[in-house]
């Protein structure tokens, strides 16, 4: 009888040492803590988040906004920072995680919810869409390109670089020309 309540206190021990000592996570937060896990053999991308036509429109900013918080002296909200990119990243996937990582607010309407059938990032450290005038909004680069189709579309490959920015002028002030308008 004593060793078999020694036995049973011995394996509850252990159970005790095993369940306190493991570290238990769901698939995205291992990600997010191995987010730096970055070897010479990794395919990698690049991200940036910037804010700083803001600057230039700062009287067109909502009051409410008008803070360092919200938008950076700099107009820098994540300088150009590396991830591994992982099979079928998209430009979405890059952001979420980053933003996630970096504690950035985001907010985001899902591809389901619209007609593009692409996720649409409605605000990204609290400026929305119309924060900073009736033309102002979010919209990404990649490799020095507006692509005319949905970040959540948008497969990444090794190398690419990707910019988020935020226009005040429907992606003028930001160096996008839509439908052939080279006026600017």
């Not at 306190?20 to 996570?25: A, D, K, L, V």
């Not at 409410?64 to 909200?77: E, F, H, M, T």
Request: proline share 3%; glycine share 8%; charged share 20%.
């Amino acid at each position: 009888m004593k060793k078999d309540i020694l036995a049973l206190l011995s394996l509850a021990l252990i159970i005790a040492v095993l369940i306190h000592g493991t570290n238990i996570q769901s698939v995205d937060e291992y990600y997010l803590t191995h987010i730096d896990d970055i070897t010479p053999q990794s395919e990698t991308v690049f991200i940036s988040i910037h804010c700083d036509t803001v600057l230039q429109n700062y009287d067109e900013l909502d009051k409410a906004l008008q803070s360092d918080k919200y938008v950076p002296q700099n107009g820098v909200i994540l300088p150009e920072t590396e991830y591994v990119l992982r099979p079928g990243d998209t430009v979405f996937d890059i952001l979420d995680r980053a933003v996630r990582y970096n504690k950035i607010q985001m907010e985001y309407q899902g591809a389901d919810k619209n007609s593009y059938g692409s996720v649409y990032v409605q605000g990204i450290n609290y400026l929305y869409e119309f924060s900073c005038g009736p033309l102002s909004g979010w919209m990404y680069q990649v490799n020095g390109e507006f692509p005319n189709y949905g970040c959540s579309k948008y497969k990444l490959k090794d190398g690419d670089r990707i910019a988020w920015v935020y226009t005040c002028d429907l992606g003028k002030d930001v160096g996008c020309i839509w439908m052939g308008d080279e006026t600017g």
